[in-house]
């Protein structure tokens, strides 16, 4: 830990950043210098951006989105056709004329709207993290609905680690807890996909998966957490409904009929009818 704190100091002494892919190269064992950070920031009860440490970041972006980034402007509109989401240190002037956010879990949903040109049709601004999103997906959502306050709409798998995703946004990483209230967008609200969106939507009953042993341990252990008993209690009320029907069902069940059906029914469907769990 030694090593790295000098690392950090020197980097807030030169006024400079450096990523955990730098830091790595100090030391091969990257458990070695992740538990490093944290245990700096925990001990300084700072965040781990403050240590100037940043992560590449993995998360896409596009729609109507315009800002600056130290001498560059990024328009999302016109990305070909998004944006990857770095860390972004001298982040100003974000303009948006959309209507609302949509996160996505998987790159593959993302893809499906960007083909669809889902933004253009309606005006809103779609982010994934590509999974478990990492600190500057999190961090750059987090800044987005503050300097916009636009609806953040989530859009996961109905399993448990779908829903453990979208938690992440909202209420942090239970492995940085030190952290959390920097990175959460307590605001997101769940859109879809839920089990009950079979009969609604006619997803056909074979699209439905039956949960894995993985998925059952995993679904209890969150039943466990603090915040889907008293912060979340619709979230939790899902999460039992999957363990008692033993079932899940993935997002990309809605293109079953059609391939756009994701893009030009349920998800105008659902925001119109605000149908969706906060």
């Known amino acids: 830990m030694l ?5 950090v100091q020197s980097l807030l002494q030169q006024g400079k950043h450096a990523s955990k892919r730098d830091l790595y190269y100090t030391d091969p064992d990257q458990a070695t210098v992740n538990q490093a950070l944290i245990d700096i920031s925990v001990r300084l009860k700072c965040t781990r951006s403050s240590l100037h440490v940043v992560s590449v970041g993995k998360g896409l972006i596009m729609g109507s989105l315009r800002f600056k980034d130290a001498d560059r402007t990024i328009d999302c509109s016109v990305c070909n ?13 974000i303009s948006s004329c959309a209507e609302y956010i949509i996160v996505v879990e998987k790159e593959t949903v993302f893809q ?5 040109g889902f933004c253009r049709k309606n005006n809103c601004i779609v982010l994934t ?28 798998d109905a399993d448990p680690y779908g829903l453990d995703i979208l938690a992440t946004y909202r ?10 209230e920097a990175l959460a967008t307590p605001s997101i609200r769940w859109l879809g996909v839920f089990l009950s969106d079979c009969q609604t939507h006619n997803v056909p009953d074979r699209c439905l ?11 209890e252990a969150m039943l466990n957490r ?14 039992r409904l999957m363990l008692e029907k033993g079932v899940k069902l993935e997002l990309e069940a809605l293109s079953a009929s059609k391939f ?3 893009a030009d029914d349920y998800i105008p469907h659902k925001i119109k009818a605000a149908a969706y769990l906060c």
């Open 226 to 239: 603090d915040y889907l008993k008293h912060l979340a209690f619709s979230w939790n009320q899902q999460l």
């Open 112 to 116: 499906r709207l960007a083909n669809d």
């Open 209 to 219: 998966l039956s949960l894995t042993n993985d998925d059952r341990r995993k679904a």
């Open 171 to 180: 209420f942090g990483s239970p492995t940085m807890a030190y952290d959390a």
């Open 81 to 93: 056709p998004f944006f990857n989401i770095l860390f972004l240190d001298h982040h100003k002037d």
């Open 260 to 262: 756009s059906a994701l």
């Open 3 to 7: 090593r790295v704190l000098q690392i």
């Open 129 to 156: 993290g590509r999974g478990y999103p990492d600190v500057a997906t999190r961090s750059f959502l987090r800044l987005l609905a503050a300097e916009t306050n636009l609806p953040v709409y989530g859009l996961v």
